[in-house]
C-alpha cells in the first residue's frame, strides 16, 4: 500500500476544492499562457485564501482546441506550461502548504494528437488500433455519408470522416474521439495514469464527462431524435434509467469498480468526483464507495436567485448524496459556466424563473449580445453572489470554487471573434459565444500588463480594463473586499465544521434559516423585509447589516447564544 499525502480518509467530504484553470491563473514565464510555476508562486495566496485543496484543470499536452480537454498524453506536462519537474515542485509547495491536489482526468476521449489515434488513423479499416475508438463506416454507396444523424454537444455531427470511407465518433469536437471503453488496453492504460500521478502526490481526480465512456453502439444506430426522447427520459425526468445508448449506462460502473481498487492501494485511498450530468437519483451510484465515491451536483448552479428553487435543491442534494454515504459537492462556478456573480445580476432571469432551461438560455442572451441587452446590474449580481456563496459554505458537504470567484469577478462578455476559443462558438458560426468569458486571466494587480497575471506577452484571452479594481492587490487591503470575505468564511468554516447535519430554523417564505451542530447559524435573505436574527454574536455577513437586521441579498454566520 503507498502512502499518500495526509491521514484523514475522510478529509474530501467537507473540504473547500479550489479550481485551477492553469492557463489561466498565472503565468510565470511571460508567454501569456498561465503556467504550473505560476500556480506554485501563488500556493502562499491560497493558503492564506484558506482552501483544503486545489483541482487542477487539465495541463496535459494539448493543442487546446477544446481548452486543454483535449488531452494528447495524459501522463505528462503540456509544454506550453511546463515539465513533470515543475509538476514536482508544484507539489512540493502545495504539501508544505498543507494542501492537497486533484488533477482532471479525461476518459472520454483523447485528443486527435495521442498517438493511439494517430496510429489508427494510419491504420486500415478493422485494425487493432482502429479498435481502441470508435469507427464505423459511412452510409451510402460512396460511404460519404456519417452512419448516424447524430449532432455533438459543441454543435454539428459527431461524425468525422477519415477518407477512406470510415468515419469516427466525438460526441464533443472532431479534434476529440471517444474511447472503446470495451478494449482492454484503453482500460489497462487509464488505470496506469491514475497510479501515475497518485504516485506523484495526488489525492484524486475529477473524472470528466463520467456518464459517458459506456456506449452501446450495437446498429442499427438510434436517430437523434430518438436519442433525443431517450435523453429527456432518462436523464431530465429518470424515468426509465439505463435506456440511452451514450449516456449514464449501467456497464459504466464496471470501469469505476476497477479504478476503486487503484484509488485502494494508497493510504488513505484516493478520492474522485465525476462530472456525470445524469437524473439526480443515479447520481448516488457514480458517488458509491465502490464507485468514484462522490458526483458533483450543479442543481444549486442552475437555481435562479429564488429561494424555493435553493431550499428544495438543498434538501433533494442533500438527501442524493446520503443514498450513497456520501457527501454532497455544492459549485456556482467553474470554467463552463457563467460566472455567478453575473447570473446573479440578470434580473429577468428571475422573473422568468422556473425552469433550469430559462436561466441558461437567459445567459446566453447576455453572451451573445455581448452584455449588452440584457444588461448585467453588476453591483447587484456581486452582492447576490457574495450572499450565496457565504450560505454555501456553511452547508454540509465539500464545497467547490472557482478561480477568480473570490475577487468577485464578473463574466467578461465583450471578447473580440478573433480572441474566442471555445470550439461552441466555432462549431455555431460563433452564434453560440462559448466560455471564453468565465476563462480570461484573473489579475493581481491593478494595473500593468496583464494585471500582474504575467508581464510579457498578452494574455492569451486579453484581460478588459475594468479586471484591475478585482484585482487581489486591490482587494487585499480592503476588509470589505469579497476576497476578505473568503477568507473569513473559510477560515471559520474550519473552526466550525462538525458533523453534516443541518437542522432549519424557519419557514420564512424569503430567508433560508438553518442550523449547524456547534451553535453555528447562517441566515439568509433572498427577497424579503430585513430579517431579524436571533440573539448571538454575528460572525461574518456578506454584506452590511441594517440596526442588525439582515437586508435582502445577504447572508449571515452567527454564533448563537
Ligand atoms: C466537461 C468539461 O468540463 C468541459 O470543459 C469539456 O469541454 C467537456 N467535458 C469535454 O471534455
Redesign the pocket.
Same mark, same amino acid.
Given at each position: 500500500m503507498t502512502k499518500t499525502y495526509g491521514a484523514d480518509p475522510n478529509w474530501w467530504r467537507q473540504a473547500c476544492v479550489y479550481q485551477i484553470y492553469p492557463r489561466s491563473f498565472a503565468d510565470a514565464n511571460g508567454d501569456g499562457i498561465g503556467d504550473l510555476q505560476g500556480i506554485t508562486e501563488k500556493v502562499p495566496y491560497l493558503q492564506q485564501l484558506g482552501v483544503d485543496a486545489v483541482w487542477l484543470?487539465p495541463f496535459y499536452p494539448s493543442a487546446l482546441k /477544446?481548452?486543454g480537454? /483535449?488531452v494528447a498524453d495524459y501522463r505528462d506536462v503540456d509544454p506550453k506550461i511546463g515539465t513533470l519537474a515543475d509538476f514536482d515542485a508544484m507539489m512540493t509547495a502545495f504539501k508544505a502548504a498543507g494542501i492537497k491536489v486533484i488533477v482532471d482526468i479525461?476518459p472520454? $476521449?483523447s485528443s486527435d494528437d495521442h498517438v493511439w489515434f494517430q496510429e489508427a488513423l494510419r491504420s486500415p479499416k478493422g485494425s487493432p488500433a482502429r479498435d481502441r475508438y470508435i469507427f464505423r463506416d459511412g452510409l451510402g454507396p460512396n460511404k460519404d455519408q456519417p452512419p448516424s444523424d447524430w449532432v455533438c454537444?459543441?454543435g454539428g455531427s459527431a461524425w468525422e470522416p477519415v477518407g477512406d470511407g470510415q468515419w469516427y465518433l466525438h460526441l464533443?469536437d472532431t479534434s476529440?474521439p471517444d474511447f472503446n471503453w470495451r478494449h482492454p488496453e484503453v482500460r489497462a492504460d487509464f488505470l496506469t495514469t491514475l497510479r501515475f500521478w497518485a504516485d506523484r502526490g495526488v489525492s484524486g481526480f475529477r473524472v470528466?464527462?463520467a456518464h459517458g465512456l459506456a456506449k452501446d453502439m450495437s446498429e442499427p444506430l438510434k436517430s437523434q431524435e430518438e436519442m433525443h426522447t431517450l435523453f429527456l427520459e432518462t436523464i431530465e425526468n429518470g424515468a426509465r434509467p439505463n435506456i440511452h445508448p451514450l449516456w449514464d449506462r449501467d456497464e459504466v460502473h464496471e470501469i469505476y469498480r476497477e479504478w476503486r481498487k487503484v484509488f485502494d492501494e494508497y493510504d488513505p485511498p484516493l478520492t474522485a468526483v465525476a462530472?456525470a450530468w445524469v437524473a439526480s437519483d443515479r447520481k448516488h451510484i457514480y458517488a458509491s464507495p465502490e464507485g468514484l465515491g462522490q458526483s458533483f451536483s450543479f442543481d444549486m448552479l442552475m437555481c435562479n436567485f429564488r429561494r424555493d428553487e435553493f431550499r428544495d435543491t438543498i434538501e433533494a442534494s442533500l438527501k442524493d448524496a446520503s443514498g450513497s454515504g456520501s457527501s454532497t459537492t455544492w459549485v456556482f462556478s467553474? $470554467? /463552463?459556466v457563467v460566472r455567478h456573480a453575473t447570473r446573479y445580476g440578470l434580473p429577468k432571469a428571475v422573473e422568468k424563473g422556473g425552469s433550469h432551461g430559462n436561466f441558461a438560455s437567459f445567459c446566453k442572451d447576455y453572451l451573445v449580445s455581448r452584455g449588452k441587452d440584457p444588461v448585467c446590474d453588476v453591483e447587484l449580481g456581486l452582492r447576490r453572489a457574495r450572499a450565496a456563496t457565504l450560505m454555501m459554505l456553511a452547508l454540509p458537504g465539500s464545497a467547490y470554487l472557482y478561480q477568480g470567484e473570490e475577487l468577485g469577478l464578473p463574466e467578461v462578455a465583450d471578447i473580440a471573434d478573433q480572441d474566442r476559443q471555445d470550439?461552441t462558438f466555432f462549431r455555431n458560426n460563433g452564434e453560440e459565444m462559448g466560455?471564453d468569458g468565465c476563462r480570461v486571466p484573473i489579475p493581481w494587480t491593478k494595473t500593468g500588463k496583464n494585471f500582474g497575471f504575467g508581464g510579457g506577452k498578452t494574455a492569451h484571452i486579453p484581460m478588459p480594463e475594468w479586471m484591475g479594481e478585482f484585482a487581489v492587490e486591490a482587494e487585499d487591503p480592503d476588509a470589505a473586499s469579497t476576497l476578505n470575505l473568503y477568507r473569513r468564511a473559510l477560515g471559520l468554516r474550519r473552526e466550525l465544521q462538525a458533523d453534516e447535519t443541518l437542522e432549519w430554523v424557519n419557514d420564512e417564505p424569503e430567508v433560508l434559516h438553518f442550523k449547524r451542530n456547534g451553535g453555528w447559524e447562517v441566515a439568509m435573505n433572498f427577497d424579503g423585509p430585513e430579517y431579524e436574527l436571533p440573539k448571538g454574536e454575528v460572525l461574518v455577513a456578506s454584506g452590511k447589516l441594517v440596526g442588525g437586521k439582515v437586508p435582502k441579498n445577504t447572508a449571515v454566520w452567527l454564533k448563537s447564544a
Open positions: 484543470s /477544446d481548452g480537454y /483535449d479525461v472520454n $476521449h454537444i459543441f464533443f476529440q470528466d464527462v462530472e467553474n $470554467h /463552463d470550439p466560455r
